[in-house]
């Protein structure tokens, strides 16, 4: 094994971690899509192809609209605020 597929086999899960699991699914999928799926007759339809990755799209969006939640910001506790206060004032 040379040593550059020494590095990729060694730095897969830092690119898996950074890139997502998007990008391997798309890598994965979109090859079967494009050729048994969207291609008839040696013609392949795009925007059939393109549309899927808008609906995921879609639909990824209205879920984070419908149940994402924000974090309920808390205030510090009062002897944390007089130390912070105490910081900000010159001699």
Do not use: D, H
Request: hydrophobic share 60%; aromatic share 12%.
């Amino acid at each position: 094994m040379g040593a550059c597929a020494g590095w990729v086999l060694a730095a897969w899960p830092f690119t898996f971690i950074l890139v997502g699991v998007g990008a391997l699914a798309a890598n994965s999928l979109c090859p079967y899509l494009m050729q048994k799926v969207f291609t008839q007759g040696g013609l392949t339809y795009f925007r059939g192809l393109f549309l899927v990755p808008l609906a995921i799209a879609t639909l990824a969006a209205m879920v984070l609209a419908l149940f994402f939640r924000p974090p309920i910001k808390r205030q510090a506790a009062p002897a944390l605020q007089a130390v912070a206060g105490a910081e900000n004032v010159s001699p």
